[in-house]
């Protein structure tokens, strides 16, 4: 543990930013001194799987790591925490590879509601890590600092003992940590700690019609991995023609809409998104890092109001088939916060759908149709589409010069 | 329960610490863990909080002059996992009993003191070892023997513009043996009534001091010795464990009614609390005997 640097008083209305380090991420927050870690961290970081119960240090549902030790998150104010190194519930494992706790939890049923889990997962990291010796005897007096309302003790004392079992040398290093997605709230221009922890809005206030240098993805695996080929009717050549009007191409997303052109080919934008009763909004910027005649490349982030995250990088291509032009699309969905607590497999399947819907919009507008006709609501790929529309039209006669030469 | 508005400074010397507490309305912030709560149910609502951990000399743990010194930043947790703390046996003893790990992790030895609450564990360690702490402030420096520090619930003779900078617990001598032990409705709970015993059997005439907490406004030491002399008498000086226990049993009940005078609350009442003394009293001075016997023989192979 390094001690944090000396700091200038802040008075009680002034905010200070709090640099550090969650789940393998820099970031930093300008935050008042009496903000908690808990808070911080689901407020400002969307990172809502540290739960708060009794907001005084007796339950234990915010515990989090902090310098590999756990603490109550609601018993530090995260300006106390400058240079420290946080491990939340979000880092230890992976959706599709959950750390062996995680695991051992849903193999003994150790969740009844869910709600002390997140506590019980890294306090009982915590002391795998510092006692894997522990006897199992003495596990339940070891994990008292967590409470459980529905009282499923046994199961939870069974999980952990299985764990401590199968793990005596040591348990694993939590599994997620590294360039996750993450949107916490940056100062103007915040590029030096990645866009990936950046937040889109903070920075527009900071910085009205600039852009950071560059989104930053995550370096693991995305929440979903989409790869869909559509056939379309119309030729190459019209998609191309959707493909450099970057307006149409938005329209080819419903939902989306396109706010800003912060020139550099960035852009901001707002998607709405209606699944059933589920309704997101979200805002964010893109960043076209490619466009010709038969291929767009986009990065992309953007919040929901509500807290979640998304980031993603977008590639579509156009090719020659025997029925006209086959569509490809690729994207790595990165997601936090409530929208990532959809199933991954639902998540997917719409992000799917809604490509497959993009994919007949784009066959409309390459035929001169309207493209919004007869579209389903938006998912979260509207997203990239606010921010492909409004391109500039310079590019476009450039692409136009471009094809009518080749 | 969220702290109300404060301001927030952090110093990275002392000097600068005890000029920051100088100021109307300061509280020290160190681990937290007993200050945060009153902060987020708004029991008190210092205008500023001094955090003291950037100060590097705040953090030192270091063994000397037969004490080993605890800075006011240093963790509870951090103490445990020291080997130096094996030289005041007590502390092992005490420290899993504080709280719980996430509560250790951040919570300080001197914070434990400083906040003084009755049912603690440290202060009460501190009054039996006799233990010694050390305050600055810009007035100067000064050391209080834990006898005169402690004056009553969640008070002690720091002044407002005073930082308790360490504490000293004496190393244990040859002969000397600890016993630990306390009553709470649930582990990590504070306790309804605990003991800290110390036996010296050095000389012929064996010494035992204990202190008991949980059972008044603060931590009371009492001297046991007769209790003790008395009932080896009874059992001789090599006895079974279980004999020596009931032996001390019988002669506690004194030291128990003069020792608890909290009136009882909704979890105990003082007739309970004198039993759970009389009980806890028998079982740690009875441990701490066989220890330092067995400490005193170690030292003076025959």
């Known amino acids: 543990m390094t001690l944090p640097q000396s700091s200038p008083r802040a008075e009680g209305d002034q905010t200070v930013d709090v640099r550090m380090t969650v789940n393998g991420n820099p970031i930093t927050m300008a935050l008042p001194a009496r903000v908690t870690l808990s808070d911080a961290l689901r407020d400002h970081l969307g990172l809502t799987g540290t739960h708060v119960g009794c907001e005084h240090g007796i339950c234990g549902m915010c515990t989090v790591l902090v310098d590999g030790d756990a603490a109550r998150a609601c018993l530090l104010f995260a300006i106390q925490l400058d240079g420290a190194d946080i491990v939340t519930v979000e880092g230890l494992g992976r959706q599709d590879d959950l750390h062996p706790l995680q695991e051992s939890f849903g193999r003994h049923h150790g969740l009844q509601c869910g709600f002390c889990t997140p506590g019980f997962l890294m306090s009982s990291y915590d002391l795998l890590t510092h006692q894997p010796d522990v006897d199992r005897a003495d596990l339940p007096a070891e994990l008292s600092g967590v409470l459980c309302r529905c009282t499923g003790y046994r199961n939870i004392v069974d999980a952990v003992a299985d764990v401590a079992e199968a793990h005596r040398d040591g348990i694993p290093a939590p599994g997620n940590c590294g360039h996750r997605t993450m949107v916490g709230r940056t100062p103007a221009g915040g590029s030096g700690t990645g866009a990936g922890t950046s937040n889109v809005e903070a920075e527009a206030e900071a910085e009205p019609g600039g852009h950071p240098e560059e989104i930053t993805l995550p370096s693991g695996e995305p929440t979903i991995r989409i790869d869909v080929t559509s056939e379309l009717s119309s030729s190459p050549d019209e998609v191309a023609r959707v493909f450099g009007d970057v307006r149409l191409l938005a329209r080819c997303l419903p939902g989306a809409e396109l706010t800003d052109d912060l020139g550099d080919n960035w852009y901001r934008g707002r998607a709405r998104i209606a699944l059933g009763p589920v309704r997101l909004s979200f805002n964010g910027i893109a960043h076209i890092l490619e466009q010709s005649a038969e291929r767009i490349a986009v990065d992309a982030q953007g919040r929901d109001t509500g807290g979640g995250g998304a980031q993603a990088r977008i590639v579509m291509s156009a090719e020659r088939s025997a029925a006209g032009t086959a569509l490809h699309a690729q994207a790595d969905v990165f997601l936090t916060g409530r929208i990532a607590s959809f199933g991954r497999s639902l998540a997917g399947d719409v992000s799917r759908r809604m490509f497959e819907d993009f994919a007949r919009a784009v066959d409309r507008a390459a035929a001169g149709d309207d493209p919004v006709a007869g579209s389903r609501p938006a998912s979260a790929v509207a997203l990239v589409g606010s921010a492909l529309a409004g391109r500039a039209r310079r590019r476009w006669q450039w692409i136009r010069e471009h094809i009518t030469r080749s | ?302």
């Open chain 2, 1 to 302: 329960m969220k702290a109300a508005p404060f301001a927030y400074v952090r110093p990275g010397t002392i000097e600068d610490t005890v000029a920051e507490l100088g100021r109307d309305g300061a509280k020290v912030l160190a681990g937290g863990q007993s200050l945060v709560p009153v902060l987020a149910m708004r029991l008190g609502r210092p205008s500023t909080l001094v955090d003291i951990n950037a100060v590097p000399e705040l953090n030192e743990l270091s063994r000397e002059n037969g004490s080993i010194r605890v800075g006011a930043t240093v963790r509870q947790r951090q103490l445990q996992r020291d080997d130096k703390a094996l030289a005041v046996p007590l502390l092992g003893l005490a420290l899993p009993w504080i709280g719980h790990r996430e509560i250790r992790s951040r919570g300080t030895v001197c914070g434990s003191l400083a906040h003084a609450d009755p049912s603690a564990e440290l202060p009460a360690v501190a009054s039996c070892l006799d233990a010694i702490m050390v305050l600055r402030s810009a007035r100067g420096s000064r050391e209080v023997a834990a006898a005169d520090f402690f004056t009553g619930a969640m008070s002690t003779v720091i002044e407002p513009d005073e930082l308790l900078t360490e504490v000293l617990f004496p190393v244990a001598r040859p002969g000397e043996g600890f016993g630990f032990g306390e009553f709470a409705r649930r582990h990590g709970d504070f306790a309804l009534a605990g003991v800290v015993a110390r036996v010296r059997t050095n000389g012929d005439t064996p010494e035992a001091r204990i202190t008991c907490f949980g059972i008044s406004d603060h931590a009371v030491t009492a001297d046991v010795s007769p209790q003790l002399r008395d009932a080896l008498g009874q059992v001789g000086s090599a006895p079974a464990e279980p004999n020596l226990r009931r032996a001390l049993a019988e002669r506690a009940d004194d030291v128990a009614a003069e020792v608890v005078d909290t009136g009882g609350d909704a979890h105990a009442s003082a007739a309970y609390r004198r039993q759970l003394i009389r009980g806890l009293l028998s079982r740690e001075v009875s441990r701490a005997y066989f220890k330092s016997t067995a400490s005193a023989s170690e030292a003076s192979p025959s």
